[in-house]
């Protein structure tokens, strides 16, 4: 299992991607890592790497398995794009979850008024009204304000076929990459990121993420024009937890574990 990368292309056109992932695809890699310029990886990038693919493949090999068809592995995302979505099943009760806990909230307050009288003098009228129509449903807004990854961890590979932003890291499957080329070939200009979700959902690919990202996007300046304060908005909060130590202690894990030898 190896794949061959391009980290050094300055990735800004079409052009420029296709070349490279051309160039990639024909050494015979089995897998073709493409790199944007403004990047940093972190300690144990290719051992972590081995590894999901080590998950993917098994999920892979029938139509029925959850990576089947996948277009690639991505290496970088932002967690400000990935949001509460309606095929997520709280976020798409979320007013019916806004009633029952309300109406819950005062059948158990009356239900304690009734069998602890000493709470009367607390749990007045007003008091119930208050606590289950203005603290109860500021307490569940605060649960999903404080985010879906923060509350839902996803494993170490995943589906992130929305949201997922920007080609600062992606790993192609050598199967997908021919098809792949001839569409940005048909497609020519356009944003290369855009035109490889469009590929990607025209045909039914999965798109598949690392849990915690393995790139770190670094640049200040879009080739997409957007401003500044977007462009410093492309970032990876997970990967600034990242501490050096567990990291090497990682990476020596992972080479015992796949026996092989990896940076």
Same mark, same amino acid.
């Given at each position: 299992m190896h794949f061959a990368n391009s980290c050094d292309a300055l990735l800004m056109q079409t052009s420029d991607y296709l070349y490279a992932l051309r160039l990639c695809y024909e050494t015979g890699a089995a897998n073709v890592l493409m790199f944007e310029d403004d990047i940093i990886v972190i300690d144990g990038w290719v051992a972590k790497i081995r590894e999901a693919l080590k998950i993917i493949e098994p999920k892979s090999r029938s139509p029925r398995d959850e990576f089947w068809n996948w277009v690639?592995?991505? *290496?970088?995302?932002?967690? #400000?794009?990935?949001?509460?979505?309606? #095929?997520?099943f709280a976020w798409r009760n979320i007013n019916l979850i806004f009633f029952f806990a309300s109406v819950t909230g005062v059948a158990g307050m009356f239900i304690l008024r009734r069998a602890a009288p000493m709470t009367r003098r607390h749990l007045d009228n007003l008091s119930i009204a208050v606590v289950c129509s203005i603290t109860i449903p500021a307490f569940i807004a605060l649960y999903f304000m404080i985010g879906k990854l923060s509350l839902q961890p996803p494993p170490t590979?995943?589906?992130?076929?929305?949201? =997922?932003?920007? #080609?600062? =890291?992606?790993?192609?499957?050598?199967?997908q990459i021919s098809d792949l080329m001839k569409y940005l070939?048909?497609?020519?200009? =356009? $944003?290369?990121?855009?035109?490889?979700?469009?590929? @990607?959902?025209?045909? =039914?690919?999965q798109r598949l993420a690392t849990a915690k990202q393995l790139v770190q996007?670094?640049?200040?300046?879009?080739?997409?024009?957007?401003?500044?304060?977007?462009? $410093?908005?492309?970032? @990876?909060?997970?990967?600034? *937890?990242?501490? @050096? $130590?567990?990291?090497r202690q990682e990476k020596e894990y992972l080479r015992e574990k796949l026996g092989t030898n990896t940076k």
């Open positions: 690639y592995l991505r *290496l970088f995302y932002t967690e #400000t794009s990935i949001t509460w979505e309606d #095929t997520d590979v995943f589906v992130l076929n929305k949201h =997922g932003c920007c #080609t600062q =890291g992606l790993l192609f499957p050598r199967s070939e048909e497609r020519v200009h =356009g $944003q290369t990121d855009q035109m490889i979700e469009d590929y @990607a959902d025209r045909d =039914g690919k996007h670094v640049g200040l300046q879009s080739s997409r024009d957007n401003s500044f304060i977007n462009s $410093q908005s492309t970032w @990876a909060f997970w990967f600034e *937890l990242n501490d @050096a $130590q567990q990291l």
